[in-house]
């Protein structure tokens, strides 16, 4: 995950809170104190802050990075012919239950080919149409 941390280094300056371009630090007094805030959805992540420190008190990972943070993760359902993957367990599991049945797992590609293997063999008496008489 993202952090952004200012360590014992702070002497509070407020250099950062007054120069950040995003408004993404602020600082709030409450009795004797003065608590430095900062908001990470605010936060352009451009660094500026840290630079200007005089204190190297500003500790920030993913800085000017837009990190991807994993958030869940989950078993898959591949192609039985392929192993291409298609969708999560519970997700097949969700929607099959809702249709009352029980899905073959194929990507797009096996499953037309599956279908044109058994047509017209799945209709006995059938034969296909020559479309232009050929
Ligand atoms: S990285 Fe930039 S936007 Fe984020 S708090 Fe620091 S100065 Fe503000
Ligand atoms: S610029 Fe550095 S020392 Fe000054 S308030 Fe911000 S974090 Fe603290």
């Not at 007094?29 to 190297?56: E, F, S, V, Y």
């Not at 012919?81 to 367990?89: D, E, F, N, Q």
Request: charged content about 20%; aromatic content about 8%.
């Amino acid at each position: 995950m993202s952090y952004f941390r200012v360590n014992e280094n702070c002497n509070g300056c407020l250099s950062c809170v007054e120069n950040c371009p995003a408004s993404a630090l602020s600082y709030i007094d409450h009795g004797d104190q003065r608590t430095l805030q900062h908001n990470m959805t605010k936060c352009a992540r451009c660094g500026q802050c840290w630079r200007i420190c005089p204190q190297d008190a500003i500790e920030f990972e993913h800085l000017l990075v837009g990190q991807w943070d994993d958030v869940v993760t989950m078993d898959l359902v591949r192609c039985r012919v392929c192993g291409r993957p298609l969708y999560s367990i519970a997700y097949q599991q969700k929607v099959f239950a809702g249709m009352n049945m029980a899905g073959e797992p194929l990507c797009p590609q096996h499953r037309q080919r599956q279908a044109a293997s058994k047509w017209p063999l799945s209709r006995p008496g059938k034969t296909r149409i020559n479309v232009g008489g050929k």
